[in-house]
């Protein structure tokens, strides 16, 4: 199965991957899930992260094959703005029924080619995968497998580790600490 899906994430070539797609859309049709279009899905254990636009907005949907071959729907996940009037867009979901957290959002600067998220007070940092989709929006998003604090923060660096954007919960609480440690100011 999880060969069969990773297939699937590579692109629609077979009827079986064009089968999962189709099984995926069923599942969000039967829980009401509008969308415009499906941009990426992504395989997060023994589910997928499905990236979808609706209303000029970036959403996700957590599903997981259940018994058998049916998705089911398991949860809303983040939503970001799809066209961010800054460098970057971030949708959080923290959700402690299920055991993984997510940020993700839409990248606009051509300039950022990497992002972290740093959450749980500064303990657990994490470089967000990005991913240019086939009508050519960047989307990032990082995956955290606990509930993280509800502060946290999202530093978007240049090809040269220069940090073009940042985002914080609350200034002063172990960002500038996690600058100085990578060797960047905080003016």
């Keep these: 199965m999880f060969t069969l899906v990773t297939t699937f994430l590579i692109g629609c070539s077979t009827s079986t991957d064009k089968r999962i797609m189709v099984e995926i859309e069923q599942a969000m049709k039967e829980k009401n899930i509008s969308y415009k279009e499906i941009i990426h899905t992504e395989i997060i254990k023994n589910g997928v992260l499905v ?3 609706h209303r000029e907005m970036l959403h996700t949907s957590l599903f997981k ?8 729907f398991i949860s809303s996940g983040p939503s970001a703005d799809l066209n961010p009037n800054k460098d970057l867009s971030l949708g959080v979901s923290v959700k402690p029924s299920i055991p993984l957290s997510i940020l993700c959002g839409v990248i606009s600067n051509p300039e950022i080619v990497k992002v972290i998220g740093v959450a749980d007070t500064w303990k657990t940092e994490k470089t967000a995968k990005i991913v240019t989709t086939e ?3 960047r989307i990032w998003f990082a995956f955290y497998e606990q509930p993280i604090e509800p502060i946290f923060d999202v530093i978007g660096l240049s090809k040269d580790e ?3 954007y ?4 609350e200034i002063g609480r172990g ?5 100085l440690k ?3 100011t905080t003016e």
């Design 182 to 184: 990578h060797g960047f």
């Design 166 to 169: 940042k985002e914080w919960n």
């Design 65 to 72: 094959r259940q018994t058998g071959e049916v998705w089911t």
């Design 175 to 179: 960002q500038r600490e996690w600058l």
């Design 51 to 53: 990236f979808y636009i």
């Design 162 to 164: 220069k940090v073009i």
């Design 135 to 137: 009508s050519g929006e």
